[in-house]
């Protein structure tokens, strides 16, 4: 079993986390808010009182963290985690950040002898706890092989992609096109319900005919027609809009940077962006369903 350090114990973080001490391995854990610490401590994992204390000696570090600038400051700011990692370690960055932030920090590690991948992920916080995720890896073929057992305690498909960055590329196509689905699934229920057509009844026909898609069959945004999907729990838990909106904005820069065309990645970046400023930053990504109504929930 490997002596791991894990930074990073939001929502996605602690249930990660927790299926790494029920795997066996030694963890260490490190957040700022202590209550999110002492979850997972509760759970058999360790704790020091600073997070270089917590990455010495560890074989695996794995953090996840909001955006590139907090891993950029991680590991390469004042005091930053590069001058207390032991060589020969593997950074495992399952943040969903730019590309450039992942090579920038990856060939300052490397040249310091540290390894690095980066691995964000895609499942929600249901595949965070049952340890289904999926992770989308960036680094060496080496680099990816030694993470790989690590990684098979959390998810169930470990994808490797390309080279560092190409974790974060493969995510955000991911996302945007989610996005994209998500939107024109409630734009087309919505449309049956003003027509006079049960939701319930027309998510089967579409699930049965060419418009089926993940978001219709796993996470339906009407309320009521699935159980257990956050549209069905006004719209708590889950994957917020302010977490979409974000990478969604990620995939425009990654288009910007490759001159991709993406108009329907920037429409959806759009309806998630007047959505979050309408207030609903904080619910789940499928309460977009309720902008297609009309008097919005």
Not at 125 to 153: C, H, I, R, Y
Not at 168 to 174: D, E, S, T
Not at 186 to 208: T, Y
Not at 281 to 296: A, R
Request: charged share 15%.
């Amino acid at each position: 079993m490997a002596n791991i350090a894990f930074i990073g114990l939001g929502n996605m973080g602690g249930p990660m986390a927790t299926n790494l001490v029920n795997a066996g391995h030694q963890v260490c854990v490190f957040d700022l808010f202590p209550q999110a610490v002492e979850s997972v401590v509760a759970q058999g994992a360790t704790t020091k009182p600073d997070v270089a204390a917590c990455v010495a000696g560890a074989d695996f570090i794995i953090s996840m963290l909001p955006a590139g600038k907090h891993v950029e400051s991680l590991y390469l700011g004042d005091n930053g985690l590069i001058n207390h990692i032991a060589k020969g370690a593997l950074v495992i960055d399952s943040s969903t950040i730019d590309k450039e932030t992942v090579i920038k920090v990856a060939s300052a590690l490397n040249t310091a002898g540290i390894n690095f991948i980066d691995a964000p992920v895609s499942g929600g916080v249901g595949g965070a706890t049952a340890g289904t995720l999926s992770f989308m890896v960036g680094g060496s073929e080496q680099d990816f092989n030694n993470a790989k057992p690590v990684l098979d305690n959390m998810g169930k498909n470990i994808f490797h992609a390309g080279d560092h960055g190409a974790g974060q590329v493969a995510k955000v196509c991911n996302n945007m096109l989610l996005a994209v689905l998500m939107a024109g699934t409630s734009e087309a229920l919505q449309l049956g319900i003003s027509n006079g057509l049960d939701p319930k009844v027309l998510s089967e026909i579409m699930l049965q005919s060419s418009g089926k898609n993940w978001t219709l069959e796993v996470y339906n945004p009407c309320p009521n027609v699935s159980e257990n999907v956050p549209s069905s729990n006004n719209y708590e838990g889950g994957f917020m809009v302010d977490l979409m909106a974000k990478d969604l904005g990620l995939a425009m820069d990654t288009a910007v940077q490759s001159q991709s065309s993406t108009p329907m990645g920037a429409l959806a970046r759009n309806l998630f962006a007047l959505h979050a400023g309408a207030g609903n930053g904080g619910k789940d990504f499928s309460s977009i369903f309720n902008m297609f109504n009309k008097v919005e929930k």
